[in-house]
């Protein structure tokens, strides 16, 4: 995982509260990806950032979601309010910036919302 | 939109055996694909790296190899053991940047 830091590992909330997802990328990666696991969609990635800009947004399912860089050595992803069917994986990813980088992975955060 | 596609989503084979994995994307257009392990309950491993201008590439017992024009990759695994068992996720960069395009993945269990 290159040393890429997510937290909690394990969350569970009941629908209607806030989650924050964190994410401690290694130093050197200038961009950072947030994506979302789920067994009937797979790996899709919400949101990317380079050198702390949001690049592409696109993936982020709706206004519930938002993300923020504030500086190169940490990036969160909120939820609010959370619903049931935000349960899934959420990885955080690092790369180098180049568009033929590749990308390494955080272990995850495994979300339950009930 | 950049589609991924793998083929089989699961396979079960003897210890010993050679395999192939396959991986194809619908648009031709990309900056390189990277093919990754996934345990259950964890994190991505990043296997291989191919670059666009790149045929093939190889790490140990793996080989993965990019045909850009037909839009295939496969990844050929040596003398498979037990412990190879995971899903391997086949993805490519798409939309003229660094984001991933993910395929989802082929469950391989090696039998001892």
């Known amino acids: 995982d290159a040393g890429v830091i997510q937290s909690p590992r394990h969350e569970v909330t009941e629908m209607g509260q806030e989650v924050t997802l964190r994410c401690k990328p290694i130093?050197?990666?200038?961009?950072l990806f947030w994506y979302r696991q789920t067994m009937m969609r797979g790996l899709e990635l919400l949101i990317y950032?380079?050198?702390?800009?949001?690049?592409?947004d696109s993936g982020m399912p709706e206004d519930r979601f938002s993300a923020k860089m504030p500086n190169a050595s940490f990036s969160t992803l909120k939820i609010q309010p959370s619903e049931p069917r935000d349960s899934a994986v959420y990885f955080c990813?690092?790369?180098?910036?180049?568009?033929?980088?590749?990308?390494?992975f955080g272990p995850g955060t495994r979300l339950t919302v009930t | 939109k950049q589609e991924v596609t793998q083929i089989p989503a699961a396979l079960s084979v003897p210890e010993g055996e050679n395999l192939v994995l396959n991986c194809s994307f619908t648009?031709?257009?990309?900056?390189?694909l990277q093919w990754f392990r996934q345990d259950p309950g964890k994190g991505l491993t990043s296997l291989l790296l191919?670059?666009?201008?790149?045929r093939e590439q190889t790490s140990g017992r793996l080989n993965a190899s990019l045909d850009k024009s037909s839009g295939r990759s496969t990844l050929y695994i040596a003398a498979s053991q037990p412990g190879d068992s995971a899903t391997y996720l086949c993805?490519?960069?798409?939309?003229?940047?660094?984001?991933?395009?993910f395929g989802k993945g082929t469950k391989l269990t090696v039998n001892p």
């Open positions: 993805a490519v960069s798409a939309g003229g940047s660094e984001k991933l395009v």
């Open positions: 191919i670059q666009s201008s790149q």
């Open positions: 130093s050197g990666h200038n961009s």
């Open positions: 950032f380079n050198n702390n800009v949001p690049i592409d």
């Open positions: 648009d031709s257009a990309i900056y390189n």
């Open positions: 990813a690092v790369g180098s910036g180049a568009r033929t980088s590749e990308q390494y």
